[in-house]
């Protein structure tokens, strides 16, 4: 969809971005605090950034009740949600055009007034040890923290999580709303038709009464390589794996394009030279790989899910494969093919005004930069092969990583599917 962006600093500190889109038929508000788990006051009440969230649509300044609020807020259609992490709080919503402002005066009730109660509080103590306790039966949410936890940064495990329930007060989820939801670390991303609307929205956001505050710091965690970590399941039949490789610093926008190209290399397609010649022999079903690049370092990682019988010969493809790029072997073809799906996938991504504010909110709310939508695809065609060797080799001298895997197997296999891994380092 056609639209411009417009950055927003308002008096009271809080700043975000107008998307006005034209021809949008839906508004979509997001508003983000740095307010997520690694800010909870003390690690021994660790979930109290989750409940409050939890908590976060319940009794308000003007509704006594989440059911109350809940009714309103949907009588004609609008949807609202708000997820907790590491270290954001968001809080979304989106409505009918028709009904903008008076879903954004909602949102500021929930925001800025809320009225957390006892009763409540154990409501949704309630409902997040089910939430976590389900995760305890998805593979990959029981492995990928174990991942994180042996690389070096200071998380919790969902088990470990679980046990901090009991401790959290009312006082507890006051405070952290108090510290946290401050207009300094205040950010938010409206989207929608706003031509004839922005100064209006903009006196209204102007006028959310919260504490200036600050805008807290990314903590920062020293990361190093660990031994592989085993976790079994008896119910496990094959192995979920995973591996995350660490490099200590931020990927430029055009490495991590690069690393973009070669993940579709690798396990983007069934034509793909690991993921493809995988299901090609009949040896996994699903195997992936990504990149993310975090404020102090940036991950590599690689996953899937495989029989036990042939796991060895998946990860001989994997080395096999990985070796290749490193010894500089991406031909013109594999360049071509990886920019032309990612200049389609760009056309394909902005088709929805929630599409739209999605492509920016995740750089703004990370570090308030404005990404460049029309110069995606001249950063897409720009990449080269060399520049996707270079990063790739950074990623193995920087050495630091870890393998993990799910199964109700031998330890031993894990082992061996770690020295598999261990010449690619050499």
């Known amino acids: 969809m056609k639209h411009t ?7 009271n500190g809080a700043k975000g971005l107008f998307i006005d ?5 839906v508004m979509s508000f997001q508003v ?20 409050m969230e939890h908590m976060a649509f319940g009794a308000n300044e003007k509704f006594r009740s989440e059911h109350a609020y809940e009714q309103e807020f ?12 590491d270290y954001s709080m968001v809080y979304e919503a989106a409505c009918a055009d028709f009904e903008w402002d008076r879903i954004l005066e909602l949102q500021r009730l929930a925001i800025t007034t809320p009225r957390f109660n006892a009763e409540e509080l154990e409501a949704e103590k309630g409902n997040v040890r089910s939430e976590l306790t389900g995760y ?5 949410r029981v492995m990928w923290p174990r991942v994180q936890q042996a690389l070096g940064e200071d998380i919790l495990t969902y088990n470990q999580r679980l046990k ?5 007060t009312l006082k507890d989820i006051k405070e952290h709303h108090r510290r946290t939801h401050t207009l300094n670390n ?3 991303v409206v989207a929608g038709k706003l031509t004839g609307r922005m100064a209006t929205i903009r006196e209204s956001l102007e006028q959310w009464q919260l504490e200036p505050g600050e805008r807290f710091a990314i903590p920062h965690d020293k990361l190093s390589s660990a031994a592989p970590i085993f976790v079994r399941r008896k119910e496990a039949s094959n192995l979920t794996f995973g591996w ?3 490099l200590p610093r931020e990927l430029s926008d055009e490495d991590s394009d690069a690393m973009g190209c070669l993940n579709h290399i690798l396990t983007g397609t069934m034509s793909s030279r690991i993921f493809g010649a995988a299901r090609k022999k009949g040896l996994a079903y699903g195997v992936f790989s990504d990149t993310s690049v975090g404020f102090y370092d940036s991950a590599w990682d690689f996953g899937g899910q495989v029989n036990l019988e042939t796991a060895e010969a998946l990860f001989d493809i994997i080395v096999r494969e990985l070796r290749r790029v490193l010894n500089g072997t991406i031909t013109s073809e594999d360049i071509e093919n990886a920019k032309s799906y990612a200049l389609g996938r760009y056309q394909m991504g902005a088709q929805t005004v929630a599409q739209v504010s999605n492509f920016y909110t995740g750089r703004y709310f990370a570090d308030d930069f404005v990404k460049d939508y029309e110069g995606v695809p001249t950063a897409i065609l720009a990449v080269t092969a060399d520049q996707i060797v270079r990063v790739a080799r950074e990623f193995f001298a920087a050495n630091t990583w870890v393998l993990a895997g799910v199964s109700s197997g031998d330890k031993e296999l894990l082992g061996r599917l770690q020295e598999k891994l261990e010449g690619l380092f050499r």
């Open 5 to 11: 962006v417009k950055e927003i600093k308002l008096k």
């Open 21 to 25: 889109v034209p021809d949008a038929t």
């Open 32 to 51: 983000q605090f740095r307010a997520g788990n690694r800010y909870v006051r003390d690690k021994d009440i660790y979930e109290t950034a989750h409940i």
């Open 74 to 85: 949907t009588k004609n259609g609008a949807y609202h949600n708000a997820f907790t992490s």
């Open 136 to 140: 305890l039966n998805n593979h990959n």
């Open 164 to 168: 901090t329930i009991d401790a959290i």
């Open 186 to 188: 205040m950010r938010f």
């Open 244 to 246: 995350s490789m660490n």
